[in-house]
């Protein structure tokens, strides 16, 4: 498969796309995306210089996350397939969401409760979060399980240790 079209050229000469010779899949700035490199030759046969093009572009492609992962997963099915040494790599994907149990919980001075947290997909290499309390002077926890410390509210977070920009949050009323 091919993809052709005919474009203008800034020399003047229309050119058709006949293939894509290059495909970068990159990961720029956080941004989810891939470049093709589309060369053109000329469509008259004799101006046409051995393997040397005539015309190219390079054309980034925003793709979404779902788009991205579909993209990944192709070409590390291509790469397992072709590549002897990474016939038996196994597929580790990233953590892409934290979500708790519970949203809110209110607990008595010296009480305590229990969040627990669900790292997706549960095929990422590492599922364990890191815990945190806004104020420890309000409600504490470890390991999920927080403590009422003085009247207030507090928001504790569960951060991915797998993907640290990947975290949730409970907001804690002590009463």
């Given at each position: 498969?091919?993809?052709?079209?005919?474009?203008?050229?800034?020399f003047?000469?229309?050119?058709?796309?006949?293939d894509?010779?290059?495909?970068?899949?990159?990961?720029?700035?956080?941004?989810?995306?891939?470049?093709?490199?589309?060369h053109?030759?000329?469509?008259?046969?004799?101006?046409r210089?051995?393997?040397?093009?005539?015309?190219?572009?390079?054309?980034?492609?925003?793709?979404?996350?779902?788009?991205?992962?579909e993209?990944?997963?192709?070409?590390?099915?291509?790469?397992?397939?072709?590549?002897?040494?990474?016939?038996?790599?196994?597929?580790?994907?990233?953590?892409?969401?934290?979500?708790l149990?519970?949203?809110?919980?209110?607990?008595?001075?010296?009480?305590?409760?229990?969040?627990?947290?669900?790292?997706?997909?549960?095929?990422?290499?590492?599922?364990?979060?890191?815990?945190?309390?806004?104020?420890?002077?309000?409600?504490?926890?470890?390991?999920?399980?927080?403590?009422?410390?003085?009247?207030?509210?507090a928001?504790?977070?569960?951060?991915?240790?797998?993907?640290?920009?990947?975290?949730?949050?409970?907001?804690?009323?002590?009463?």
């Open positions: 498969m091919a993809l052709k079209k005919t474009v203008s050229t800034n003047g000469i229309n050119a058709e796309y006949e894509v010779y290059k495909l970068e899949v990159r990961n720029c700035n956080g941004t989810k995306t891939f470049a093709v490199n589309l053109g030759w000329q469509t008259k046969a004799l101006c210089a051995g393997n040397s093009h005539i015309w190219g572009k390079e054309y980034p492609i925003i793709l979404t996350d779902e788009e991205n992962s993209l990944y997963e192709l070409v590390y099915k291509f790469i397992k397939a072709h590549v002897p040494e990474f016939a038996d790599a196994v597929a580790v994907y990233d953590v892409t969401s934290v979500i149990d519970k949203t809110e919980l209110s607990l008595a001075v010296g009480a305590t409760g229990t969040l627990t947290a669900t790292c997706t997909p549960d095929t990422a290499e590492d599922l364990t979060v890191t815990w945190t309390s806004s104020d420890e002077s309000i409600a504490t926890v470890a390991d999920g399980v927080v403590t009422g410390v003085a009247a207030g509210a928001v504790i977070t569960a951060v991915s240790n797998d993907e640290p920009d990947v975290s949730t949050t409970c907001t804690v009323a002590v009463e």
